[in-house]
């Protein structure tokens, strides 16, 4: 069935430093793939997301390309602020009932 | 914006209580879902619905019941709580079939004790 792999956390970076946070998925058909951010005590929220293979989602300084030979969904930014210490989720869906979430990692950023 | 709202942040409740977790959408939204929400698991899809009265199982179903009496509130019920079932809680909706981006409330984690 279909999943998502991601990167186990918690990653520790000093401020401006670049990030990666890996995602790799498996699935069926041509998902759409997503990531999502939970900051302390909130819930989650859309940070990016891409619908086809090719396509780069980006906001906030963040970026995502959508890899289908690789079949990878890679989280980038390159340079890191405190106020980006939060969980991230990557997920993928392919209809409205499947969407699958990645179990998380949580990203700590050092001033 | 869209706004998920769930009544309760933190409860605490007895094993065997019954327990209602209530979550309000306000953009005419067609779907609803609960997730459950555990370290290392990652969100796990309870129950979901596409419409009024209308609901289908998820992955973990077990131990939980939903209503979806107006379109605009979704409940969770635990007939009788377990210690098992200790954990966040987070409602989610979606505006209509697809994979579409889903909007979340802030969450309501639940202890049981």
């Known amino acids: 069935g279909d999943s998502v792999t991601q990167m186990e956390g918690p990653v520790t970076l000093s401020e401006e430093a670049f990030l990666t946070i890996n995602c790799t998925y498996t699935?069926?058909?041509?998902?759409?793939l997503f990531w999502y951010v939970q900051y302390p005590g909130e819930g989650l929220q859309l940070l990016l997301k891409a619908t086809k293979a090719d396509d780069k989602g980006s906001n906030k300084g963040f970026e995502a390309t959508y890899r289908k030979e690789t079949t990878s969904f890679h989280l980038e930014k390159g340079s890191v602020q405190v106020s980006d210490s939060a969980v991230y989720f990557c997920a993928l869906g392919s209809s409205a009932s499947k969407i699958i979430f990645g179990s998380g990692t949580r990203l700590s950023i050092r001033p | 914006d869209v706004k998920v709202t769930q009544s309760s942040r933190y409860l605490v409740k007895r094993t065997g209580e019954k327990v209602f977790l209530e979550c309000v959408q306000d953009?005419?939204?067609?779907?609803m879902f609960w997730y459950r929400q555990d370290p290392g698991l990652g969100l796990r899809l309870i129950y979901f619905?596409?419409?009024?009265?209308?609901?289908e199982k998820g992955d973990i179903p077990e131990g939980y019941s939903v209503s979806r009496e107006k379109k605009e509130r979704f409940s969770l019920i635990l007939e009788s709580a377990s210690t098992n079932q200790t954990s966040m809680y987070l409602c989610a909706s979606s505006l209509n079939s697809g994979a579409n981006v889903l909007t979340f409330g802030a969450g309501s984690r639940l202890t049981v004790l």
């Open positions: 619905s596409y419409d009024v009265k209308m609901k």
């Open positions: 953009m005419d939204h067609e779907n």
């Open positions: 699935a069926t058909g041509y998902p759409s």
